[in-house]
């Protein structure tokens, strides 16, 4: 029987999310419903392509093109995601669809492809890059040894965080969330996601997503989004109001999302990724989360090198500092007609 490879459409969205689910390296960020999440909130193409044969799959690829004149042409798997890259269970279907979305990047023209492999690069020989690394670590059952697994620095934290009054609540929608998400990413100098982003997040995804929201005496101190596949969770998108770090909300916060989640049965947490030599790698790393590389490669189609769209590049510099300087409105307001172009 031959195997083929193609482009998949809705149809094949619920085998093609059963198949993620049940592979080992499939991830949240493998799941079929980013293709809406990218298509329809951010409007950039998606190529999500499946391997099969004798209409079993046996393979899936998901990717994203991401067009912009200041930032490039790139075809990414999977653009505004931290993992991606192939997912397959046998070398023939990693081949093929290794080979397809090289041939596609040559058919779109794009500068360079991109795979985001957690685990392993699918292409040692290909340039890379060694600025991001993930922090994930195992739960304990008991919801107590995770509290005393933290070090005694942070635990400080969290407690300090109790003793301040602050409460958790799940949100299901964006009301609270949105506002100091905004806020805080606008301290950082970042671009921010549209609301319609984050709506379509929670339609596509439904009971995989919430929103853990801190509060003080009914106030919002900070918020965080998060995502579960199989028994982890990740928190995801964070929104942290400037009044946080006198009452120790961030630790709180992650605290009470490990908590619940533990609750609810999840085994993994996952920090997701930082950039070396930034505040949030020390965050994580002072939790007792050791960093693990993670691996982007890049096959190098008409550009000439491996592309430098980061916050650490200093000729962005200048623009973070503008950027923290327009108003609030005004930075809402533009921000996502920027952020849909990066990737």
Not at 64 to 89: M, Q
Not at 174 to 182: A, G, T
Not at 318 to 336: D, E, V, Y
Request: glycine share 8%; with cysteine.
């Amino acid at each position: 029987m031959t195997l083929t490879v193609r482009n998949a459409n809705t149809a094949d969205a619920a085998a093609w999310d059963a198949y993620v689910l049940g592979t080992p390296s499939g991830t949240f960020f493998h799941r079929y419903g980013w293709r809406r999440v990218i298509e329809d909130s951010l409007r950039q193409p998606c190529h999500f392509l499946l391997a099969e044969r004798n209409g079993r799959i046996e393979g899936v690829l998901p990717l994203g093109e991401v067009k912009s004149a200041l930032f490039g042409h790139t075809l990414i798997s999977l653009p505004f995601c931290v993992y991606g890259g192939i997912v397959a269970e046998t070398e023939e279907a990693a081949r093929a669809l290794d080979l397809a979305a090289q041939e596609l990047a040559g058919s779109l023209g794009v500068g360079h492809l991109e795979y985001r492999d957690r685990d392993a690069p699918a292409h040692p020989e290909w340039p890379g890059t060694d600025l991001y690394a993930t922090f994930r670590k195992a739960l304990d059952p008991e919801v107590e040894k995770n509290l005393l697994a933290i070090p005694r620095k942070q635990r400080a934290m969290v407690r300090k965080g109790i003793k301040a009054g602050l409460r958790s609540e799940i949100d299901c929608d964006l009301e609270r969330f949105y506002p100091v998400f905004c806020e805080s990413w606008h301290r950082l100098g970042t671009p921010v996601f549209s609301r319609r982003y984050f709506q379509v997040l929670l339609e596509e995804f439904g009971g995989d997503v919430d929103i853990v929201t801190v509060t003080q005496e009914g106030r919002v101190v900070c918020a965080v989004m998060n995502f579960y596949f199989r028994d982890e969770v990740w928190p995801y998108f964070a929104g942290i109001s400037a009044s946080a770090r006198a009452l120790a909300g961030s630790d709180f916060m992650y605290w009470e999302v490990m908590r619940l989640a533990v609750e609810k049965g999840c085994r993994l947490f996952d920090f997701g990724r930082s950039k070396k030599g930034t505040g949030s790698w020390d965050f994580k790393h002072n939790w007792g989360f050791e960093p693990q590389p993670l691996h982007y490669g890049y096959h190098l189609v008409r550009a000439d090198a491996v592309p430098q769209n980061n916050p650490n590049n200093p000729k962005y510099r200048l623009f973070i500092k503008a950027w923290q300087r327009l108003p609030l409105s005004l930075a809402n307001f533009i921000g996502p007609h920027i952020i849909r172009h990066l990737g």
